[in-house]
């Protein structure tokens, strides 16, 4: 009997309503900078950079070859004992990119292997140096970092979590930054609620700030719908765990590589944490790989015992995977050789008006955006949350657009490379859209 190819069957779709996609698919064949080729043969705008992640557009040339001739050199190679030049070479163009003190650079496969291996160096590291009892670790409402079961612990997110028991022990959360009252219609960092990081002090007392060992944030929260951080908020945030000797992680998957028209969160907002997760952006997604940057006081902190001893029992086959190095490198060389970052904060304005120019849209009850990451509020309909945005997601593709929601938020982060009119094509498709949707 042939295999049944034709059949949607055995793919057990991720986050995908898989009855309801298989009765009506939406299949991407082919994709080439700013475009999905659909299997109907329509081009499709992409408003989202893949999943965040495609910064330089799809199928760049560059990255292409890089993994191509990696693939006919050194398929794969042991990082366990063993070393392989690109890995170093990857970690050491990581490390290049973001502000002195943060050079040592962990490699993983995901975003969720990031945040879970942040997390164990975190307990790994005040262990070392004598502070086991730092074991608490402190996540936010509405956070997103992954899947795994340290990830989903410190995650915010509650349909997320709700299928999957108990989870870690000993996480606490701090409350969200999203203020619709006071903050609707922010361009740009929202002016109210720094003071939400004043409810870290208050965790703090709960717990016994000394068997705290880490805060994860991320700075801009991207899969709940686009959270821009207060106006001071993440500097209230770095100061009291300084205080408290307690590590600061910023989840930098979506916000990192040029995404705010800059190159990491931390040079957005100018506040450096302990600890980075990456993903996404790092290969432009050409090949999966994640990692983790570390202060050289948490890595040489770890670097103890007897040199033959293994400093850190973590790692996975994959870490520092030839092709995703080779990826890696290559998307590095074209950030740096199209200037992306800066042309993401010179499109910035533009893309803002755009965003706000649906202000007047049907349902819109706020719109927010920072770089190129925008995102539209809809009012759910009663007793329906989330059909109004979805409604729009499939009305979108179906007019030539990706869109990403979430909820009933619509997040917009096309890859850097988005021409100006491309923006208002964006754009202008997603006003027709909106006018559609009851
Ligand atoms: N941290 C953050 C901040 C993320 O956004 C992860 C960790 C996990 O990465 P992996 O590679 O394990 O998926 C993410 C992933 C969406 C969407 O639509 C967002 C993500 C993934 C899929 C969809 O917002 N973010």
Redesign the pocket.
């Given at each position: 009997m042939d295999a049944p190819v034709n059949s949607l069957d055995a793919f057990w779709m991720p986050?995908t309503a898989n009855r309801q996609f298989k009765a009506s698919p939406r299949l991407l064949v082919a994709a080439r900078n700013m475009h999905y080729t659909s299997h109907d043969g329509r081009q499709i705008l992409d408003g989202t950079a893949g999943?965040?992640c495609s910064n330089a557009g799809h199928c760049r040339e560059p990255i292409v070859r890089a993994i191509q001739r990696q693939a006919q050199t050194l398929d794969f190679a042991p990082t366990f004992q063993m070393g392989h030049p690109l890995a170093f070479e990857a970690a050491a163009r990581v490390a290049h990119l973001l502000p002195p003190g943060l050079d040592h650079v962990f490699f993983t496969n995901?975003?969720?292997?990031?945040?879970d291996t942040a997390l164990k160096i975190a307990l790994a590291y005040h262990r070392a140096r004598g502070e086991g009892q730092r074991t608490r670790l402190i996540g936010r409402e509405r956070g997103?970092?992954?899947?795994g079961f340290g990830?989903l612990s410190v995650g915010g997110i509650g349909r997320n979590r709700a299928q999957f028991g108990t989870m870690l022990p000993g996480v606490d959360h701090l409350p969200h930054t999203h203020d619709v009252a006071r903050n609707a219609f922010s361009r740009g960092q929202p002016a109210h609620g720094a003071e939400a990081a004043d409810a870290l002090e208050r965790i703090l007392a709960l717990h016994d700030p000394a068997t705290v060992a880490a805060v994860i944030v991320?700075p801009l929260a991207?899969?709940t719908g686009v959270l821009v951080p207060p106006l001071g908020y993440l500097e209230r945030l770095r100061e009291i765990c300084t205080r408290h000797g307690i590590l600061l992680i910023f989840?930098e998957?979506?916000s990192g590589f040029g995404r705010l028209g800059a190159p990491f969160a931390v040079d957005r907002f100018g506040v450096v944490p302990d600890m980075l997760?990456l993903?996404?952006g790092i290969t432009n997604a050409a090949v999966p790989m994640?990692a983790v940057v570390a202060s050289n006081q948490i890595h040489d902190g770890l670097m103890q015992g007897p040199a033959h001893a293994i400093e850190l029992s973590h790692g996975y086959t994959y870490s520092g995977h030839p092709l995703a190095c080779a990826a890696l490198i290559a998307t590095l060389d074209l950030y740096a050789d199209e200037d992306l970052f800066a042309r993401a904060a010179s499109l910035a304005p533009r893309f803002e008006e755009a965003a706000h120019g649906l202000r007047d849209c049907p349902n819109v009850i706020d719109i927010r955006n920072l770089g190129l990451v925008a995102g539209i509020e809809l009012a759910p309909r009663p007793g329906a949350p989330g059909t109004r945005a979805y409604d729009a997601f499939v009305a979108a593709y179906e007019a030539g657009i990706l869109i990403?929601v979430?909820g009933d938020i619509i997040?917009i982060s096309p890859p850097l490379i988005i021409s100006e009119a491309q923006i208002d094509e964006l754009f202008g498709t997603l006003r027709n859209v909106l006018q559609t949707i009851a």
């Open positions: 986050f999943l965040w995901s975003g969720s292997e990031s945040v997103y970092h992954g899947v990830g991320e991207g899969s989840d998957v979506i997760t993903a996404k994640g990403r979430t997040a």
